[in-house]
């Protein structure tokens, strides 16, 4: 029973919880219904009353002839009180909005105030109802019982206007005194004056033709008449620019008393202006020649928004006010994004504002820098990485160089400055994921772009290595981690894997996907070349970094080869990317020949990483890429036996190699390497050789017991063990010759 009412009580709760879903769900839309279209409604309202007085009039009219106690003097007297007390109303009404309005806009922009001040529907408003007072006055003027009825109607629906009006106005006042609206109206008026000028250039332009000839009108692609008018009526952006002060005005104000809502939308409006400014001025934009400065590219309206956004930087970093100071970046950032839609007549022109814009911006976040003020900086970085982005998406891989360089510079300040640490990581963010744009991009030419983003990794990663770091805080690790780490799922390397994926499971003819594959290739050329100075360093350095640099060598070769094995890769990128994994896991091969060093690598699991990228090559059948890493791991066996570090390389790492050589069938040439190793002059010491052997004799005794997290124990006991066992047996009688 006590089931039963629990169920009962269960079913109830989950009916009350939909019908009160279905209930808010109603409300909501039934409130968003009403918001959007309140104003229909109330004209439709209006009209229908009206329409059903017009209609009801003759019934009106019959009530009031039956009615002999009213005559028509006491109409009369109520036309004449009513119509005066509107007269009186409206003025003192209108008096007192016109008061608060003025009162609340007075410390406005003098020009901006003069407009708000006589603003024509609030003055329209105010007369319209004034006149209709003085209507409703003038129905006491009725010379006989027979227009009684109209005047009623005449006087009642007078009445409900101007009582209308007075809303309107009390509306009309609040809107003019709210800033957000002023900026609003400012950005509308500026606009229509833009357009208007556009369109008498328009209009004008057969006109500027015929002046400027025909043949040199078809020979330039730019909007010649358009800028041929606008150079004859070079006024034309006085109004704009004067709007550009008042917006600017507002923002620093409003970001004085600490009205940070108001200051961000005075600078959102100053966006606008310049999206209307750009769309009015068409197709007579010109951009800078690399070779040689061109003064046609020079814009007024351009430059004085940018130094006006320049100069409240300044004026934020002198009042220490951060918020002010990050609006104006994101303005500057979003300006960047404006400038990039100009129509410069030619596709492979380069966006000289937006540039002009980026490096405003760039420039901006650098004098940040020593204000200690670390979230500004690191919305700084991020701003940039998105116009970079913006940039690349837009023109391709050579334009983002400033960019990236900016960034990169940003991102040397946390490496001796504890407290600018944050600043770094977001740096080494963006670079990382602008590599990951890189790579999407459909520029077929990202090698140099790739190429100066690494390198600036590189120098960062080294100067972190030349600082202090302990085993407590793996601050260099930290510090580089967006790039190298793979065990964060934000990295790079997280994000190179899905990409891989992605490429892997696409269709063959998928051109984004052979796209990819082709800047994958670019991205890796070269890439040995710091990937081992780096190893080398960190190594050397006994730094965290070393343990992600390992992983990252042999993760990313194991990507390469995942693309050059995917269906939609090409065989000349195949090859070329089976090349570049295999020098890239040739890096590993460089590390000093040092005890300490040795055994701090080892320590990182240095053999299995090795053991995993083989076995990862063979996986993809590359067999050149398998025995260059097979000869690796033996190279790294014996280098690390040498030194007897106190791990059991010596066996395990056996153990692995023997394992790769059954798959591959290579078994001869594996007793043959060990045996010529151990004959070298330094070679493992005879205790050290018994050591490797109990860890294999292990193995033979039990080679289905290998619970342990090791690649090299799971792969060995999954081997053809009838092979293995034989093969291990001959190598302790290797390692042990004696016995």
């Known amino acids: 029973m006590r089931e039963i009412l629990r169920k009962a009580k269960h079913k109830l709760g989950i009916v009350r919880a939909r019908s ?56 009369r007297s109520l036309f004449q009180s009513l119509g005066g007390g509107l007269v009186g109303a409206s003025a003192i009404a209108f008096a007192l909005i016109m008061f608060a309005m003025q009162t609340n806009v007075e410390k406005m922009p003098h020009g901006l105030f003069k407009r708000l001040s006589s603003d024509r529907r609030l003055l329209g408003a105010y007369l319209l109802s004034f006149l209709l007072s003085i209507f409703v006055m003038s129905l006491s003027l009725v010379p006989n019982s027979d227009w009684i ?32 609206s002023q900026l609003s109206i400012l950005v509308h008026d500026t606009a229509r004056s833009l357009n208007t000028w556009a369109n008498m250039a328009d209009k004008l332009s057969p006109l500027l033709e015929r002046d400027l000839g025909v043949k040199e009108t078809a020979r330039i692609k ?43 939308a005075a600078l959102i409006s100053l966006v606008r202006l310049n999206e209307a400014y750009i769309r009015a001025k068409g197709k007579t934009f010109f951009n ?122 940003l991102a040397g300040l946390g490496i001796t400055n504890e407290d600018y640490r944050p600043i770094t990581v977001t740096a080494v963010e963006a670079l990382a994921s ?17 190429e100066k983003i690494r390198s600036w990794i590189s120098l960062l990663a080294e100067l972190a290595l030349a600082t202090p770091e302990t085993a407590l805080n793996s601050r260099h690790h930290d510090l580089l981690e967006p790039y190298y780490s793979g065990r964060s799922l934000e990295s790079l390397q997280s994000s190179l894997t899905d990409l891989v994926n992605a490429v892997i499971g696409a269709e063959e003819d998928d051109a984004d996907a052979k796209q990819v594959t082709i ?41 390469l080869l995942a693309v050059a094995n995917s269906p939609v890769c090409d065989a000349h990128t195949a090859s070329d990317l089976r090349k570049h994994a295999l020098w890239l896991v040739s890096t590993l091969s460089f590390v000093p020949d040092d005890k300490e060093v040795v055994g701090y690598l080892e320590n990182y699991s240095m053999t299995e990483a090795v053991f995993e990228t083989a076995m990862d090559s063979l996986d993809n059948n590359f067999e050149e890429i398998e025995t260059a890493t097979q000869k690796l791991l033996l190279g790294w066996i014996f280098k690390s036996s040498k030194h007897e570090t106190g791990r059991q390389t010596l066996g395990h790492g056996l153990l692995g190699s023997a394992t790769l050589a059954v798959i591959v069938g290579s078994e001869e040439e594996l007793k043959l390497e060990v045996a010529s190793q151990l004959d070298k002059p330094v070679s493992p010491s005879p205790e050290y050789r018994a050591r490797a052997a109990n860890v294999i004799r292990a193995f ?7 619970h342990g ?23 302790i009688g290797i390692l042990l010759p004696a016995e």
């Not at 279209?37 to 009106?60: D, E, I, K, T």
């Not at 991205?523 to 343990?547: C, H, V």
Request: hydrophobic share 45%; glycine share 4%; charged share 25%.
């Open 149 to 180: 009825t109209a005047a009623v109607l005449s006087a009642f629906w007078a009445t409900v206007s101007i009582l209308w009006l007075f809303l309107f106005a009390y509306r009309r006042a609040l809107l003019l005194i709210n800033p957000v």
């Open 434 to 450: 602008l590599t990951l744009d890189l790579l999407r991009s459909r520029n077929r030419d990202i090698r140099y772009a790739a």
């Open 709 to 731: 997290f090791s690649r090299i124990d799971h792969a060995a006991a999954s081997a053809d063990l009838v092979k293995l066992l034989p093969l291990l047996e001959e190598l």
């Open 519 to 559: 800047n994958i290739c670019r991205w890796a050329d070269q890439m040995y070349s710091t990937e081992r100075n780096l190893l080398k360093k960190a190594a050397a350095a006994k730094s965290s970094l070393a343990y992600d640099i390992i992983h990252w060598v042999t993760h990313v070769t194991k990507l």
């Open 700 to 706: 033979i005794r039990s080679p289905g017991d290998q």
């Open 222 to 264: 730019h909007d010649l008449p358009r800028y041929q008018y606008f150079q004859l009526n070079s006024h034309w952006t006085n109004e704009l620019k004067r709007s550009i002060s008042h917006t600017i005005s507002y923002s620093r104000r409003y970001a004085e008393i600490g009205d940070h809502e108001v200051s961000s």
């Open 20 to 75: 009160w879903g279905r209930f808010y769900r109603l409300q909501f839309f039934l409130k968003t219904w009403a918001a959007r279209r309140w104003s229909p409604l109330l004209v439709f309202g209006l009209l229908a009353a009206f329409s059903a007085s017009v209609y009801l009039r003759p019934n009106l009219r019959e009530f009031l002839d039956e009615t002999d106690s009213i005559e028509i003097e006491t109409f």
């Open 288 to 409: 800078n020649n690399p070779f040689m400065a061109n003064p046609m590219s020079r814009d007024g309206v351009v430059t004085e928004t940018l130094e006006h956004l320049r100069q409240n930087i300044q004026i934020g970093l002198a009042r220490g006010d951060e918020q002010q100071i990050e609006q104006t970046m994101r303005t500057m950032s979003s300006l960047v994004a404006v400038y990039l839609s100009i129509d410069y007549s030619d596709e492979r022109a380069s966006r000289t504002h937006a540039h002009l814009a980026a490096g405003y911006l760039g420039s901006a976040v650098r004098s940040v820098a020593p204000h200690k003020m670390v979230d500004v900086l690191m919305e700084g970085v991020r701003l940039l990485r998105d116009n970079a982005r913006q940039i690349l998406a837009i023109e391709g891989t050579d334009e983002i160089q400033t960019v990236v360089e900016d960034i990169a510079k």
